[in-house]
């Protein structure tokens, strides 16, 4: 059986590709090395669809990031149902300089696309009035308020739950070992277990690993680097000390520190940014890192009680070294082989987008391309 694509990686960007070429008349197949999807990056982040303030606008990531959160709100939620909240983006200044950068955000954001009417820039009073327990010594802050919280393994798997109602196939505990060209021009993909499996296309969005991918199948086009997260989650007894995804300034302090509401009730706190993990390790906690969590919680809200912590987790985005951005382009020497890697944030905001950026390049490929009469978009976890 030979597939017309085959998609390596099960997190919610493989997962989003798939529910978009699924509207068409392709046979796929996804294949995941772990035995669950949406295990490793998808499931250690703070899950927040962000405004696209942030991204450098001359970057991949600036036009995807507003163009997902479109794609979110208009069209996903719409058809997919998963637990998700609207939740404001507070970005917040303690100096004179960081309010120099709230002001350089929201610039940026208006040239990246960002609706005026959902950015705002906020006095002191303004900050208090939303988050009385904000740290008194706030300048001011930037409001988003098109940002969404939602919670990306259980969107993974309603993306995938409704491409497999439109006929995906998927895979768990199938690891790809090797990738060669046979004698009619098609990608043979063998796994551990000692399966193989054809496929005309290949959509390499194996995350962590896609740079070890794409050169096991012949193109080391590109090299990934990881950034480690670590993150604490406070209990319920905290609900409520914070209302918005209160973050520090990201062009100073790195994007992902918050202090967040969650969809469960608790509270989240961090991350921390660690480079250069080893790829076998980039969900690990350590002890080094606690209290510097701690310090970021009570730099934004002082009375915070760290004591609370109930959960800790970490995860990593993966960084192409080059570019630094989103790589969303077929392999230099194959246009079949379709990179979707480098997927650091703000790639959950941006996997519709990306999705739509994947099934472009298919298409291009010369593949018969017809859309589906009877495709169903509808899809509910329930649970």
């Given at each position: 059986?030979?597939?017309?694509?085959?998609?390596?990686?099960?997190?919610i960007?493989?997962?989003s590709?798939?529910y978009?070429l699924?509207k068409y008349?392709?046979?796929?197949?996804l294949?995941?090395k772990?035995?669950v999807?949406?295990?490793?990056?998808?499931?250690?982040?703070?899950g927040?669809i962000?405004g696209?303030?942030?991204?450098?606008?001359?970057?991949?990531e600036a036009?995807?990031?507003?163009?997902g959160?479109?794609?979110w709100?208009e069209?996903i939620?719409?058809?997919?149902?998963?637990?998700?909240?609207?939740?404001?983006?507070?970005?917040?200044?303690?100096?004179?300089?960081?309010?120099?950068h709230?002001?350089?955000?929201?610039?940026r954001?208006?040239?990246n696309?960002v609706?005026?009417q959902?950015?705002k820039?906020?006095?002191k009073?303004?900050?208090?009035?939303l988050?009385?327990?904000?740290?008194?010594?706030i300048f001011?802050?930037?409001?988003c308020?098109?940002?969404?919280a939602?919670?990306?393994?259980?969107?993974?798997?309603?993306?995938?739950?409704?491409?497999?109602q439109?006929?995906?196939?998927?895979?768990?505990?199938a690891?790809?070992?090797?990738?060669?060209?046979?004698q009619?021009?098609?990608f043979?993909?063998?796994?551990?277990?000692?399966e193989?499996?054809?496929?005309?296309?290949?959509?390499?969005a194996a995350?962590?690993?896609?740079?070890e991918?794409?050169?096991?199948?012949?193109?080391?086009d590109?090299k990934q680097t990881?950034?480690?997260?670590?993150?604490?989650?406070?209990?319920r007894?905290q609900?409520?000390?914070?209302k918005?995804?209160?973050f520090?300034v990201?062009?100073?302090?790195g994007?992902?520190?918050?202090v967040?509401?969650?969809?469960?009730?608790?509270?989240?706190?961090g991350?921390?940014?660690?480079?250069?993990?080893?790829?076998?390790d980039t969900r690990?906690?350590?002890?080094?890192?606690?209290d510097y969590i701690?310090k970021?919680?009570?730099?934004i809200i002082p009375?915070?009680?760290?004591d609370?912590?109930e959960?800790?987790?970490?995860?990593?985005?993966?960084?192409?070294i080059e570019?630094?951005?989103?790589?969303i382009?077929?392999?230099?020497?194959?246009k079949?082989?379709?990179?979707?890697a480098g997927?650091?944030?703000p790639?959950?905001?941006?996997a519709?987008?990306?999705?739509?950026?994947?099934a472009?390049?298919?298409?291009?490929?010369?593949i018969?391309f017809e859309?589906k009469?009877?495709?169903?978009p509808?899809?509910?976890i329930?649970?």
């Amino acid at each position: 059986m030979t597939y017309d694509v085959l998609i390596v990686g099960g997190g919610i960007i493989g997962a989003s590709i798939a529910y978009e070429l699924s509207k068409y008349n392709l046979k796929m197949i996804l294949l995941e090395k772990n035995p669950v999807f949406a295990d490793e990056t998808s499931k250690g982040n703070s899950g927040v669809i962000h405004g696209g303030f942030d991204p450098d606008s001359h970057k991949i990531e600036a036009r995807l990031n507003v163009l997902g959160n479109k794609l979110w709100r208009e069209e996903i939620f719409k058809d997919l149902f998963f637990p998700r909240a609207q939740v404001n983006s507070l970005v917040l200044a303690f100096n004179e300089e960081e309010m120099k950068h709230i002001k350089m955000l929201y610039e940026r954001g208006l040239t990246n696309g960002v609706l005026e009417q959902d950015m705002k820039i906020l006095t002191k009073d303004e900050v208090i009035a939303l988050e009385p327990n904000v740290n008194k010594e706030i300048f001011g802050a930037l409001l988003c308020t098109s940002s969404w919280a939602i919670d990306p393994v259980r969107a993974t798997y309603a993306f995938l739950g409704a491409a497999k109602q439109n006929g995906l196939e998927t895979r768990t505990n199938a690891e790809v070992v090797g990738i060669k060209k046979d004698q009619n021009d098609e990608f043979e993909v063998s796994l551990k277990s000692g399966e193989k499996i054809k496929s005309k296309i290949i959509i390499n969005a194996a995350g962590h690993y896609a740079d070890e991918i794409a050169k096991l199948a012949g193109y080391p086009d590109f090299k990934q680097t990881t950034r480690r997260g670590q993150y604490r989650i406070l209990s319920r007894e905290q609900q409520g000390i914070v209302k918005n995804i209160c973050f520090m300034v990201p062009t100073i302090h790195g994007k992902g520190v918050v202090v967040a509401p969650m969809l469960d009730g608790r509270v989240l706190v961090g991350p921390t940014a660690e480079n250069g993990v080893d790829k076998k390790d980039t969900r690990l906690v350590t002890s080094e890192m606690w209290d510097y969590i701690g310090k970021i919680g009570t730099k934004i809200i002082p009375s915070i009680n760290l004591d609370k912590t109930e959960i800790s987790l970490a995860g990593s985005r993966p960084i192409d070294i080059e570019t630094n951005d989103f790589i969303i382009k077929p392999a230099k020497e194959n246009k079949k082989f379709i990179n979707a890697a480098g997927m650091q944030s703000p790639a959950i905001a941006s996997a519709p987008a990306i999705a739509l950026e994947i099934a472009q390049l298919v298409k291009e490929t010369g593949i018969k391309f017809e859309k589906k009469s009877n495709f169903n978009p509808k899809y509910n976890i329930e649970f």
